[in-house]
């Protein structure tokens, strides 16, 4: 089956520092991918979706500038927080989605658990 | 505003049983699409479903099935003959067509015991 891998698994650093997460598609063309975050006490959120050679459309509330996306291949997409602070930590999950549109399955990866000290 | 609620903080049940998990939305918008999706005790999450508002009708995917009511603005999920793997939780999530804004309930733990 699709296979999504998610680098780091877990991250801690100090504040200040940028940190980034890598997504990759294993084994299909990953055309839109997604940046979940997820709270403590399991609340989710949608951060943004990107497209293969298209800036990221960010959800509502989301910095964009602290939580940059890039999408430049078919099989990566990388998020990068910058200037980390402790409230940035979370459970950062990506998800890919391949080339044959909205009826596609999502694929996860097993997420980065981002630790800022 | 979007609001979605899944009441059911969690639930538990014995092997076997059915067992239907709720989710409520409020939207104001006439086309948008809700998701399902499980996140096991491992953590990483999976896709289960999508579902376009137009699209009223009733999928069956194996032992589940997505009973959508837009009248009653529910998008309830139903194991049936549940397994000990469906432990799990259970988000529910809609998504407006027109912003940029995903919602997801709070979630529904499910602990299926042997």
């Known amino acids: 089956g699709a296979v999504v891998s998610q680098h780091p698994s877990r991250v801690i650093c100090k504040s200040g520092t940028s940190v980034k997460i890598e997504c990759r598609s294993l084994d299909f063309q990953a055309t839109t991918m997604f940046w979940y975050r997820q709270f403590p006490k399991q609340s989710l959120m949608l951060m943004a979706t990107?497209?293969?050679?298209?800036?990221?459309?960010?959800e509502q509330g989301v910095e964009k500038d602290k939580f940059l996306i890039n999408h430049a291949s078919l099989t990566l997409s990388t998020l990068t927080v910058t200037s980390a602070h402790p409230e940035d930590s979370s459970f950062y999950i990506c998800s890919a989605r391949g080339p044959k549109g909205l009826n596609q399955p999502q694929h996860f990866g097993d997420g980065t658990r981002l630790s800022i000290l | 505003a979007q609001k979605v609620t899944q009441a059911q903080t969690e639930i538990s049940v014995v092997e076997k049983e059915d067992v239907t998990l709720d989710c409520v939305y409020e939207t104001r918008d006439t086309t948008y699409y809700l998701f399902w999706y499980k996140q096991p005790p491992s953590g990483e999450l999976v896709f289960l479903i999508r579902r376009n508002s137009f699209d009223e009708q009733n999928e069956i995917s194996g032992r589940y099935s997505w009973n959508f009511q837009k009248s009653t603005s529910s998008f309830n999920f139903t194991i049936t003959a549940s397994q000990v793997v469906d432990s799990a939780v259970y988000f529910c999530a809609l998504r407006n067509t027109g912003g940029f804004k995903t919602i997801f309930g709070a979630g529904t733990r499910l602990f299926v015991k042997a």
């Open positions: 990107s497209n293969e050679g298209s800036k990221a459309t960010y």
